[in-house]
């Protein structure tokens, strides 16, 4: 089955600093590749997310990039607020209808203002 | 998301206790998921249901079941809790031929004393 890395588990950056986020897959099928973001306390959401035809998504301060042949995909969050700090986890879903997602383990973002 | 819904939002019991969560959504989803989060683990599939009538066991179903009594609801069970189930339990639901974004009700904190 598919295997997520996720690095790193804690990122702590001060407050307009760029943050960068990997995400390593196993699965060459897989196809879909969301982020959500999760404030403390609160549900997951979707922050941002990639299909594999297409190398770079951007909306605002994220970014999201995929590396198919390398099997890995990033986020970068540019001019981070302290608003911004909560857990992000990217996730992995293969292809073929299975719509059953394989996340990472989460990275906890801190932003000092 | 206020289209999925979980009730309770926080639980406190014993060993050895029956325990239901449950989950409604309006969304008009067909796909619906049971998470359990620990920290530092992610989010870790415990069953998922594409449709009223299939069931299928997710990476951790051992000792949970679950219930589509409709294709708005879907109730996880622990049938004698034990402390090491002590966790944030997440539905999630999707939408065959829509994009593969999930969402995620609020949250059960369920501690097993």
């Known amino acids: 089955g598919e295997n997520v890395e996720q690095h790193p588990s804690t990122l702590s950056v001060q407050e307009g600093d760029s943050a960068v986020i990997k995400c390593t897959y196993s699965d060459s099928a897989s196809n879909y590749f969301p982020w959500y973001k999760q404030e403390l306390g609160k549900r997951p959401q979707l922050i941002i997310d990639i299909r594999s035809n297409v190398g770079e998504k951007k909306d605002q301060r994220i970014a999201v990039t995929l590396n198919k042949t390398a099997k890995h995909f990033s986020l970068h969050i540019t001019e981070t607020q302290p608003e911004d700090s909560a857990v992000y986890f990217c996730a992995a879903l293969p292809g073929g209808g299975s719509y059953i997602p394989t996340f990472g383990r989460g990275t906890s973002l801190i932003v000092h203002p | 998301d206020a289209d999925v819904t979980q009730t309770p939002r926080n639980r406190i019991t014993k060993t050895g206790k029956r325990i239901m969560l449950e989950c409604s959504q309006t969304?008009?989803?067909?796909?619906m998921y049971w998470y359990r989060q620990d920290p530092g683990l992610g989010l870790r599939l415990i069953y998922y249901s594409f449709d009223v009538k299939d069931i299928n066991k997710g990476e951790i179903s051992d000792g949970y079941s679950v219930s589509r009594q409709a294709q708005a609801k879907f109730s996880l069970s622990l049938e004698s809790a034990i402390p090491n189930q002590t966790a944030l339990y997440f539905c999630a639901t999707g939408m065959q031929g829509a994009t593969d974004t999930q969402y995620f009700g609020p949250g059960t904190r369920l501690t097993v004393l």
């Open positions: 969304k008009g989803h067909d796909r």
